[in-house]
């Protein structure tokens, strides 16, 4: 696994790790506290899965997943505290002639419009192309969902293209507008300098 499952990418107010066992009772809350507000923007949630056998069982197959280079899920955590407050995943990786990822990503309700999901992004970028040497990253959003497409237009991702029934949610095939990201692209971002770790990604 290139990616140490203990390790800690920080920024200035968020942190993510690699999901592990020990973060199964923050990963239940988080799913609790937010299945209603999160509902219009996934695939179908069955509740009944939301208790700790399952969670444990999901993020075993999550780090099954990275050992195998094939997607990385992290949780993102408020510095201060260390809350579980989202979700970042680099998902369905193909290397090759493509070295691509899809990019998916989720936030707390209670901390939306604070940047938090900008920084985090950053930082997953950050982790994709640094460490894992992905050439592109791609991320879909639901053609209302304007705040997403903010946080993707801040982390230098081009609109490229609109996909009618692209993903089944919320129970329907939904069309979605198409983000993409490319390691070699000129960037000109807000901000400064990456978020590091203490030390080089």
Not at 59 to 77: P, Q, V
Request: glycine share 10%; charged share 25%; proline share 6%.
């Amino acid at each position: 696994m290139p990616i140490e499952p203990s390790r800690r990418f920080t920024g200035p107010r968020v942190y993510l790790e690699l999901l592990r066992r020990e973060h199964t009772l923050e990963l239940l809350r988080y799913r609790r506290e937010n299945f209603e507000f999160l509902r219009p923007f996934e695939p179908l949630q069955d509740e009944r899965e939301l208790v700790a056998p399952e969670q444990e069982a999901l993020i075993a197959s999550y780090l099954e997943r990275a050992s195998r280079d094939m997607s990385y899920h992290f949780g993102i955590f408020l510095q201060q505290g260390g809350t579980l407050v989202g979700r970042f995943n680099l998902n369905n990786i193909v290397r090759g002639v493509f070295q691509n990822a899809y990019v998916g990503y989720a936030l707390d309700e209670a901390h939306q419009g604070q940047g938090l999901m900008t920084e985090a992004v950053a930082i997953g970028c950050e982790i994709g192309f640094r460490m894992l040497s992905l050439h592109r990253l791609q991320a879909a959003t639901l053609p209302w969902n304007k705040g997403s497409q903010r946080v993707l237009e801040k982390n230098g991702f081009r609109r490229e293209g609109y996909a009618p029934g692209y993903l089944k949610i919320a129970g329907r095939w939904q069309d979605h507008v198409i983000f993409a990201r490319r390691v070699d692209q000129d960037l000109d971002l807000p901000g400064g300098e990456p978020p590091q770790d203490g030390g080089p990604l």
